[in-house]
């Protein structure tokens, strides 16, 4: 391997390991993919292996978090990409690649993981994500996959609509994959795209169709009370402006028409598109609900 250097012997990671990746940056709206992360990581788990954070990352971009106190400099907090393996009590034993989302090497990155994939007898990936979509906090996120087993997005979501955008790292190392010969799941939510900060919803929905597909017991009860917290300060600061809760309650009628329209085509296999003139703009809907949540904090 040429980056990704192994810290313990790969002989006993176990039966049919599956790849999962979960990266931060761009795909990780609401911080869902990499909260879900840290909550797998909560089952029993070990690290593995670490990519060398010199190779990866532009640290005048992503520089690392150093603590001041009272003048004495404290630990750097360096952005890192590790693998641990996660052995949960059922469910088939997961190769957990998270971390920061790199800036260089991403084939190279690829080919390192491709190798310890067929080191171990790994043929499955799983990818944990979110997107901004024009989805209202008041309904349930939107769960869309990306892969290349028809049957299987068909069973956990749907299709993700057709469309060329810039490529993340996890989205690249996913397509990688596929050439490769692994049957690929990307599993992506779509969340409100006015709301800043964590948004727990996001991260409930991953863990549970994570353990729908791969039989990973994941206790997702401390997730409800976050979820509704956040749906209550939501409403909040939605309430507090017509103008906002009028954006809102747009998005609920093209939601809930989105939700009809798919389910009188089901059978066709396609969704209907929103065009841009029906979305509201990010920018109108999140400024005041961030300095509404904002001066709640303060």
Same mark, same amino acid.
């Given at each position: ?17 599956? $790849?999962?990746?979960? $990266? ?6 609401? !911080? ?9 990581? &909560? ?14 990352? *532009? ?5 690392? +978090? %150093? ?6 400099? @404290? ?9 641990? $393996? ?5 469910? /088939?034993?997961? %190769?957990?690649?998270? @971390? ?54 068909? #069973?956990?979501?749907?299709? =993700?609509? +057709?469309?060329?955008? /810039? ?13 490769? @010969?692994?049957?690929?799941?990307? %599993?992506?939510?779509?969340?409100? =795209? ?18 729908? =597909? ?6 997702? *009860? ?6 509704? &917290?956040?749906?209550?300060? %939501? ?10 809760? &009028?954006?809102?309650? +747009? ?7 989105? +939700? ?17 003139? !029906? ?6 809907? @999140? ?8 001066? #709640?904090?303060?």
């Amino acid at each position: 391997m040429d980056l990704l250097r192994i810290e313990r012997s790969l002989d006993d990671i176990g039966t049919d390991p599956v $790849l999962v990746v979960a $990266l931060d940056g761009w795909t990780d709206a609401g !911080e869902g993919g990499s909260v879900a992360a840290a909550a797998l990581l &909560e089952l029993p788990s070990e690290r593995i292996g670490e990519f060398p954070s010199d190779q990866l990352y *532009d640290y005048r971009d992503r520089r690392p +978090q %150093l603590a001041i106190d009272r003048g004495v400099l @404290g630990r750097l907090d360096w952005p890192e990409l590790a693998v641990d $393996l996660v052995s949960a009590p059922a469910g /088939p034993p997961l %190769l957990l690649v998270h @971390g920061a989302e790199p800036d260089l090497a991403w084939r190279t990155c690829a080919s390192d993981l491709l190798e310890l994939a067929t080191a171990v007898g790994a043929d499955r990936y799983v990818g944990l994500g979110s997107v901004p979509g024009p989805i209202p906090h008041t309904r349930p996120v939107d769960l869309i996959c990306t892969g290349n087993d028809a049957e299987v997005i068909d #069973r956990l979501g749907r299709a =993700h609509e +057709q469309v060329v955008v /810039p490529a993340s790292c996890q989205v690249a190392w996913e397509a990688l994959f596929d050439a490769a @010969g692994l049957t690929t799941l990307g %599993l992506w939510v779509r969340i409100p =795209h006015y709301v800043a900060g964590d948004y727990p919803e996001a991260t409930r929905a991953l863990l549970e169709r994570l353990s729908s =597909h791969l039989g990973t017991p994941v206790d997702l *009860d401390p997730f409800d009370a976050l979820v509704a &917290e956040n749906r209550s300060k %939501l409403d909040v600061a939605a309430s507090s402006s017509e103008e906002v809760s &009028e954006h809102v309650k +747009q998005l609920e009628r093209l939601y809930d028409a989105e +939700q009809e329209a798919e389910q009188a085509v089901s059978g066709m296999g396609q969704g209907v598109a929103l065009s841009e003139a !029906e979305v509201p703009s990010p920018d109108e809907l @999140g400024a005041e609900i961030e300095r509404f949540l904002r001066g #709640r904090a303060d």
